[in-house]
């Protein structure tokens, strides 16, 4: 059973870094594209990034120049480093692995 579980979520103030951290068991990880997503209170889950499993990485327009998505093969985890954050990015961040998703690390972005 594939389970996904992602972790490093937390309370920032504006202009400052988080990485969150997905780690996947049961799934054939190194050949899967992972993605990372949020949904803010209010509003629709959206898209923030993919990572395919050559390396080739898409973003948002809104998170474009300031989130870095990555993966480890050797450890089943994607990752994504989150800088210059803003209150905006205030949401659930879920990962997803194309057909299952995780159960979200909060992350809030206030002073």
């Known amino acids: 059973q594939v389970q996904l579980v992602e972790s490093g979520g937390g309370l920032v103030q504006p202009g400052g870094s988080l990485r969150l951290s997905c780690a996947a068991s049961g799934s054939i990880f190194s050949i899967a594209a992972m993605g990372w997503y949020r949904q803010a209170p209010g509003k629709q889950r959206e898209w923030v990034a993919t990572?395919?499993?050559?390396?080739?990485?898409n973003y948002a327009d809104s998170v474009k120049g300031r989130f870095t998505i990555s993966r480890d093969n050797a450890k089943n985890t994607v990752y994504l480093q989150m800088n210059s954050l803003k209150p905006e990015d205030t949401a659930l961040y879920y990962c997803?692995?194309?057909?299952?998703w995780g159960q979200g690390t909060q992350v809030t972005v206030s002073s």
């Open positions: 997803n692995d194309g057909a299952y």
């Open positions: 990572i395919f499993s050559g390396g080739i990485t």
